[in-house]
């Protein structure tokens, strides 16, 4: 199971870490993917990470401003948000997938594996 952590309230122009930490399985050979849905909205992919780390791939909303990274000896992998936006309020999931479609899984398509989300609101 994945689960997602380090979501709060943060002013506009903050930073936050989120961390997507894996059990039960091996993360290290999967992609891991950041989504958000922000209150009625849809669903919308923010990263995507390769297994070995060297493939990364942001939402145009999220480049210049996330960064997505694994440490696979903890078996966990990071969203950083920083310049954080009122647009960018939203719950924040993670989730993997052990092969795919890269053009399909930035989209959430085909993951195999979802973590609960965690809020992340931007207000002053």
């Known amino acids: 199971q994945l689960q997602a952590s380090g979501g709060g309230l943060v002013q506009p122009g903050g930073s936050l870490r989120l961390s997507c930490a894996a059990s039960g399985f091996t993360s290290e050979y999967y992609m891991i993917g950041w989504f958000r849905q922000a209150p009625g909205k849809e669903r919308e992919g923010v990263a995507l990470i390769g297994n070995s780390g060297g493939r990364t791939d942001y939402a145009d909303s999220a480049k210049g401003r996330f960064t997505i990274s694994r440490d696979n000896a903890k078996n966990t992998v990071y969203l950083q948000l920083n310049s954080l936006k009122p647009e960018d309020t939203a719950v924040y999931y993670c989730?993997?997938?052990?092969?795919?479609?890269?053009?399909?899984?930035?989209?959430?398509?085909?993951?195999?594996?979802w973590g609960k989300g965690t809020l992340v609101t931007v207000s002053s």
């Open positions: 989730a993997a997938a052990r092969s795919g479609v890269w053009s399909r899984l930035k989209s959430g398509v085909d993951m195999d594996y």
